[in-house]
């Protein structure tokens, strides 16, 4: 199974019923959903390479579903209001793919940006979900984990954080207390859930591990 960083943070931090039901669905067969987030990410990143607020307005005008529109809309504005008092230099950051030791899963990150934050070059994902709710511990112990990927790649940052635009909040992998074994319990206890659902499902064993998803292109 392969996740993006924030649908492996919310399978995290999710109680234990939501969080089999969220595996679950899944590892069952379908069409592919609908990402509701990828405009923002997308248009964070138009905005802070300096493409003016009118286009940027224009865009989320063009969103069509309404929830969406007004989702973007307050994340980009709380990100402006988070960028005023985090003045550091902008950077690329190269994305990188963390598979876990179990072979069960494998998790892309592709950070929004890099910020240098008191001399520490950092790469920043943005969350902007109403539900559920980060864990802090959870969120050190994820960051840790892709962390380990980035190891021997060229451009690599020094620190890497989480920055909810719902509270304002960054999560800084630096700032964890035992990320380590954070990461390695969390994992494996995704990990062991995936094995056990696999079998309640009846999923042969040649379907189990997943093919890894494109490897992400260099930074530019």
Not at 3 to 32: H, I
Not at 75 to 90: C, F, N, Q, V
Request: with cysteine.
């Amino acid at each position: 199974m392969n996740f993006g960083f924030s649908a492996y943070l919310k399978v995290l931090c999710l109680n234990e019923r939501p969080q089999r039901t969220m595996l679950k669905d899944r590892l069952l067969p379908s069409d592919g959903g609908y990402d509701f987030h990828k405009s923002l990410g997308l248009l964070s990143s138009r905005l802070l390479a300096g493409e003016p607020w009118e286009t940027i307005q224009a865009a989320i005008a063009g969103i069509k579903q309404a929830p969406e529109r007004r989702s973007v809309q307050s994340g980009l504005e709380r990100l402006i209001e988070w960028r005023t008092t985090h003045r550091g230099a902008l950077f690329a950051v190269p994305s990188v793919i963390f598979q876990d030791p179990s072979q069960e899963f494998s998790v892309r990150f592709a950070p929004n940006f890099g910020l240098e934050m008191g001399g520490s070059r950092t790469a920043i994902h943005i969350w902007n979900t109403i539900r559920p709710e980060l864990v802090r511990n959870f969120v050190h112990g994820a960051l840790y984990s892709v962390s380990t990927a980035y190891a021997g790649v060229e451009g690599r940052p020094i620190d890497l954080a989480v920055l909810s635009l719902r509270t304002g909040t960054l999560y800084r992998l630096s700032d964890a207390r035992d990320a380590q074994r954070l990461g390695e319990g969390l994992s494996t206890g995704v990990g062991i859930e995936l094995r056990r659902l696999r079998t309640e499902l009846g999923i042969p064993e040649e379907r189990r591990r997943p093919s890894l998803p494109p490897a992400p292109p260099p930074a530019e």
